[in-house]
């Protein structure tokens, strides 16, 4: 990984937050191509303001908890718990699934904010704060199906058609079927995917846009097993997923998370 000692830096703690158990030195090294001793200095500057720890059985490096607390206080202080949560609370208690937001930055989707509805039995539960793969997620569909055919395709390249999670048999392979999907989204008002962002799971999306001048702003969706959440129970929720996505598009301008 080339680049300042900035980018690397945060690269070490992008590393890091992708395995509770930590890393050794020589594995954050090896992800971030730099030098074990740039590692090491990086690491080590990093335990002593306090963003990281050492395990001293495993000699591991962790995150910890300062880096949460501060996306708490900011995610706070955007005031998203107190006009975001409950509208996905109701969502969710609505739905039974797993309801999630995600928010547009530059040419980033990314999950923020979730209520979970399912109270038993099979609960799909991905981790906050990933970037969503626009090729494959209800998410992404929902929003690439806001731009033009090439202005989609376009943002889809700069993220690639390829992701490290286990793909469905009906993830789109081609461009061509990324446009069917994108095209069935512009007609039907909102996203659907079963069986493409992992076998045996399914989505539905609406976007969420300013409420003057109509620009993507994030993504709302609802998330569950496949075999619940099947052709009959979308069109069911269907409209529950646009009037919610409407309310957190009217709400948006009162929010710095969407500005």
């Not at 206080?73 to 039974?96: C, H, K, M, N, W």
């Not at 619940?228 to 598009?249: N, P």
Request: some cysteine.
């Amino acid at each position: 990984m080339a680049g300042s000692l900035i980018e690397r830096t945060l690269g070490v703690l992008e590393a890091l937050s992708e395995d509770a158990n930590g890393l050794p030195l020589l594995v954050i090294a090896e992800r971030l191509a730099i030098p074990k001793s740039a590692a090491h200095r990086i690491c080590h500057e990093l335990i002593r303001l306090g963003h990281v720890r050492q395990d001293a059985a495993s000699q591991r490096y962790q995150l910890t908890t300062r880096l949460v607390a501060m996306s708490f206080r900011y995610l706070s202080s955007t005031g998203a718990s107190d006009i975001v949560q409950p509208i996905l609370d109701r969502l969710a208690e609505q739905s039974g699934e797993l309801v999630r937001l995600s928010v547009i930055e530059g040419n980033r989707l990314t999950w923020i904010a979730k209520a979970q509805g399912a109270r038993s039995g099979l609960r799909y539960d991905p981790d906050m704060g990933k970037e969503a793969p626009l090729f494959c997620t209800a998410s992404g569909h929902a929003w690439l199906a806001a731009l033009s055919d090439e202005q989609a395709l376009a943002l889809v390249d700069t993220q690639g058609m390829e992701t490290d999670h286990p793909l469905g048999p009906n993830a789109p392979r081609t461009k061509q079927a990324l446009l069917d999907h994108l095209r069935e989204t512009r007609e039907r008002g909102y996203s659907w995917t079963h069986d493409s962002m992992g076998p045996g799971t399914a989505a539905m999306a609406a976007l969420v846009r300013h409420p003057l001048d109509g620009h993507p702003q994030g993504v709302l969706s609802i998330a569950g097993p496949s075999v619940r959440l099947d052709a009959e129970r979308v069109k069911e929720l269907g409209q529950a997923l646009v009037t919610a996505a409407q309310e957190l598009s009217q709400a948006t301008p009162t929010s710095q998370l969407f500005t």
